[in-house]
Each structure stands twice: as structure tokens, then as C-alpha cells.
């Protein structure tokens, strides 16, 4: 039967075991009748698929069970908040409990009578625009979450307040707002810790963190992210002078990826993002296929020594799939070099490597114009020139190239700094027509005083999710080769510009299958 995932949803860990929900067609590889599909994981990688945990049935969700998230109570009792459809077509947020709390699985959930509990006539918000409540977090004796929404095209995160999780007020003044970004879809409000890359508690307030507020922008597709001040005082947030509300804002992944959702696990404190990548290939693929959509590998988030962003890395729990490693070190990669990484599957891999520099002075002037990472990969691809870069790999490769993604890095000689570009580029991904190719990119603050850079590039087929710099720039990439599949996919590191770099260290592994739907849940 064909199948379709999209928002990550509810993600949490509960008495030993992960839970992830998710948006779920369980009757084709397009969107519509959407429930909320549940797996289960003891180690984030095995997962078991139990039965939908909430489907349309009720007056206030009757016409959809759309996103939400999940809060653990200080009882130790899980519960979740989502946005259902009411027959008028109204956006409503209701909430759901475990039916039975001695069930370890929590297979079935119970949506009680007295839903809704936020009515956005009642509080005179745009009942078309209001949706995707936040996990909740707990301050002066209230418990506080955001609703997602717009007014023209002002996003608006609306912060709603309440003292026995049932009854909500909506706060005079919204969290925050920002004009000219329209619909602001899967709010998602966290504190990070000034240092260090332990994860926090949403409760967790003080001196010692920041926050990060980061919104889905419904016109872009993309996720974007600001650091900042909770001012606990007034329910305010305000974004730092080095982040910007908007297009032009941070990204968790300058590629495929939205409707993101973190969540705290307390077993190994740490923050764990979860985001939806979509297809690249059409509604006729997917429905021949019969699947539509995946998540990411989940990440750890954390707070940039600099402050000024997050940073991102895979969890450690996915190098339990690595088997058969190859390794290169102090290799010279000249102008025009194409070294193959043989000895693994170069189809289902992990490879990380740092690369050295040995001089900048060949980098090529930035243009301050160039703002646009994306434009700029396009107009310098892995194929033209440069003085430092393109370097990097060229992945899923078919023998003579035909088709080849390539991940690399080009450096630009600033008027202050040097500025690294990162690019993740499908153009020449595939010979398959009707595909969308984008060059994604992003650029990567990063200090280059030793010369060095980093690149961690996961492969599985028909995604490329790269990590620039230790997880400073992320981008995800949905390909579909015809050439370079199983066994006829090949890797290679390569160097287009002028500068000779050196592959100082690198790692690449095959990956192992997780076990998917292997019995937990007796």
C-alpha cells in the first residue's frame, strides 16, 4: 500500500523508550487523510511502526489531525497538543493522553470531551492561520506554549498561558512577530546553554542560556532559526543584533528540509532536531514508488562557540550502522584530481574528512553582491575554476560522470575575512527528466586561521545530508541517479581550483541497514 510522511511530530523520550509521530497518509504517496503515524525506538536507529496514535474522528478534528508536540508532565504523564480541523474548516488545538500510562508503548491515545482547549474565535486570531502548538515550558506558575499564525503577512507566534494545562489564556502580546514573512508554520522555542553542547530542559531559564526561536516559513519551504533573549519578565523574545527574522535569517539546512521539531532527551541530555525532508522527483514517481517523504538521521543541537548560530551533528547512536572503513591521510589533491574512496558502498555511506589549505592566497575576491548562496553555487559550480576550491566529493557517481552530486567547499578572499561557500549541487544529480535539481548551498562562518576545513557528507541512495565545518552549515540533497545506483555508485574527493589541497584525514564507512519495524511492543 502506498504510503506519505511529512512534519515530524510529538517527538519525545518516556520511560526508556523514544517516541516519534509524524503526519501520515496511510492510504496513498500523496497528501491527504492525514493521521498521525507513531514508531517507537529504544536507540533512535531500530524502530518499530505501531498503530496511528490520532486520527480524525471528533467534531474539533474531524476535517484533520494536523501537527503539534508533546509535553511531559512533572506527574511523569506525557500529553499531546495538535491543531485539528473542525467541520467549519476552523484551525483548533486540542490535546490527547495515553489511554493507558502502564502500557511501556503508549499504543493508544485519547483525545477527552472537554476539546478544544484553544478556540481562535474566542480569541479573535485568523482561524485559516493557526495552528502547530509548541511543547510547552513551565515559568512563574504558568505553563506557557506558542500557536503558529499570520495577520496580512505579519508571522505571528501567539503565546498562550495556563496554570492547569486545560484551561488557556492568550497573552496580551504575541512572543514574537515579524513583518513581511507570512505564515509562520511549526514554531519550535528552546534554551541552549551559553557552552558546551548539553541539551536543556524548556523550563530551563537564567543568565547561563539563550534562546532560539525558529519557525517554518510557509512561503519559503524553509526553516529558519534566530538566537536571542527570553525576557521572562515581559513574555517577550528578542532575536540578537546578529540574527534577522525572515528569508534572509539562519537555517537549521540550506536544503531539503521543513516543519522541523526538536525535543529534550533527558537520558542523555541532549537536544535532538527532527525534519522532514520532501521528494524532488514527481507525484507520478511517488505514487509509482508508492512512498513519499522520510526524516533526517536526528541530530544533536547546540549553541556555536561564537554565540551567533547553532550547530548540528549527527546523533552518536548512527555509528553503531558503520561496518567496513576505509581511511586516506596527507593526500595532495591537484588541480583537476579525481580520487575514487573504494573498499565500501558507495551508495549507503558515511565519510568525513578534513581537508587543509595550505595557502589562501589564490582565493578569489568576494563580491559583497553576492548574497545568495544558492545563485552563487549556480553561477560557480563544482565545474568552473576557482583559485581556492571547488573541492570536496562527488557523490552517488556514475563511472565516466554522467551523472555525480557533488558536496564542496569554495573559499573567497573577503575584505575582512575569508568567506567559505558550501554547496550541495543536484544539477548533474541525474539523467531523469522532471526532477527539481537545485544548486543548494549555504555559506559557513567559520575562522580559517589554521587553514583547515571539515566536511561530513551521510549517503543513502536518494538523500545526501552534508555537515560543513563540525556542523556549522548543514545542507540536505534529494537525488535520484539512474546510473549511479547500488553497486554502480562511486565517491570521489576532487579539486577544480588552483590551490593543491591536502586531504589530511579521512574516514569513510559503509553503513548497515537499521532494522526497520523489527517487534518491540509485544
Not at 489564556?169 to 553542547?197: N, Q, R
Not at 522541523?260 to 535532538?272: E, G, Q, V, Y
Not at 552518536?316 to 574512496?341: A, C, F, M, W, Y
Not at 559583497?368 to 549556480?378: F, K, R, V
Amino acid at each position: 500500500m502506498s504510503k506519505s510522511t511529512t512534519d515530524p511530530n510529538a517527538p519525545m523520550y518516556y520511560n526508556g523508550i523514544y517516541h516519534f509521530f509524524y503526519q501520515y497518509n496511510p492510504r496513498g504517496a500523496v497528501w491527504g487523510n492525514i493521521v498521525w503515524g507513531h514508531s517507537i525506538s529504544k536507540d533512535l536507529i531500530d524502530w518499530e511502526a505501531l498503530e496511528p496514535a490520532i486520527s480524525p474522528s471528533k467534531h474539533f478534528d474531524i476535517k484533520g489531525a494536523w501537527s503539534g508536540s508533546a509535553t511531559i508532565l512533572p506527574s511523569n504523564k506525557p500529553i499531546i497538543l495538535y491543531t485539528g480541523v473542525d467541520p467549519e474548516e476552523r484551525q483548533v488545538q486540542n490535546y490527547a493522553v495515553p489511554a493507558n500510562l502502564s502500557d511501556p508503548y503508549l499504543r493508544k491515545w485519547i483525545k477527552p470531551g472537554n476539546n478544544p482547549l484553544v478556540d481562535p474565535d474566542i480569541e479573535g486570531v485568523n482561524a485559516s492561520a493557526f495552528r502547530d502548538p509548541t511543547t510547552a515550558w513551565w515559568l512563574n506558575g504558568h505553563w506557557r506554549i506558542l500557536v503558529g499564525s499570520k495577520r496580512n503577512h505579519r508571522g505571528i507566534a501567539y503565546l498562550y498561558r495556563s496554570k492547569d494545562f486545560i484551561r488557556w489564556t492568550k497573552a496580551k502580546h504575541p512572543l514574537h512577530s515579524a513583518p513581511h514573512t507570512g505564515m509562520w508554520e511549526c514554531p519550535d522555542f528552546y534554551p541552549v546553554l551559553l557552552s558546551g553542547i548539553q541539551g536543556l530542559d524548556p523550563s530551563v531559564m537564567g543568565k547561563h542560556v539563550k534562546h532560539v526561536l525558529k519557525v517554518s516559513l510557509d512561503v519559503t519551504r524553509y526553516d529558519y532559526y534566530t538566537v536571542g533573549t527570553y525576557l521572562t519578565d515581559k513574555d517577550r523574545y528578542v532575536p540578537d543584533n546578529t540574527s534577522v527574522d525572515g528569508w534572509a535569517g539562519l537555517r537549521y539546512d540550506y536544503g531539503n528540509f521543513y516543519a522541523s521539531k526538536t525535543f529534550f532527551d533527558p537520558a542523555k541530555k541532549r537536544r535532538i532536531l527532527w525534519g522532514w525532508v520532501n521528494e524532488s522527483d514527481t507525484t507520478a514517481d511517488d505514487v509509482k514508488k508508492g512512498w513519499a517523504g522520510i526524516q533526517t538521521i536526528p541530530r544533536i543541537v547546540w549553541l556555536d562557540p561564537n554565540q551567533r548560530q547553532l550547530m548540528q551533528w549527527p546523533i552518536e547512536e548512527l555509528e553503531s550502522l558503520r561496518r567496513k572503513n576505509v581511511k586516506i591521510s596527507h593526500r595532495q589533491l591537484k588541480t583537476g584530481d579525481h580520487i575514487e574512496i573504494k573498499g565500501i558502498t558507495a551508495a549507503q555511506a558515511d565519510i568525513d574528512v578534513t581537508f587543509y589549505i595550505p595557502s589562501l592566497s589564490k582565493a578569489e575576491p568576494f563580491n559583497p553582491s553576492w548574497t545568495d548562496a544558492q545563485q552563487l553555487c549556480a553561477q560557480k559550480g563544482s565545474k568552473v575554476e576557482g583559485g581556492v576550491g571547488p573541492f570536496g566529493f562527488l557523490i552517488l557517481a556514475s563511472r565516466n560522470l554522467e551523472e555525480y552530486t557533488p558536496v564542496f567547499f569554495r573559499v573567497f578572499k573577503g575584505s575582512k575575512k575569508h568567506v567559505v561557500l558550501l554547496c550541495s549541487d543536484a544539477r548533474s544529480s541525474s539523467l531523469k527528466d522532471g526532477l527539481y535539481k537545485p544548486s543548494f548551498a549555504g555559506f559557513v562562518d567559520v575562522d580559517l586561521a589554521d587553514k583547515k576545513l571539515s566536511l561530513r557528507s551521510l549517503i543513502d541512495h536518494s538523500v545526501v545530508e552534508s555537515f560543513g565545518a563540525g556542523g556549522k552549515t548543514c545542507i540536505t540533497s534529494r537525488v535520484y541517479p539512474t546510473l549511479a545506483v547500488l553497486d554502480n555508485a562511486h565517491l570521489y574527493a576532487f579539486n577544480h581550483g588552483a590551490e593543491t589541497i591536502m586531504v589530511e584525514n579521512l574516514n569513510a564507512w559503509s553503513m548497515m541497514k537499521p532494522r526497520m519495524n523489527v517487534k518491540m511492543a509485544g
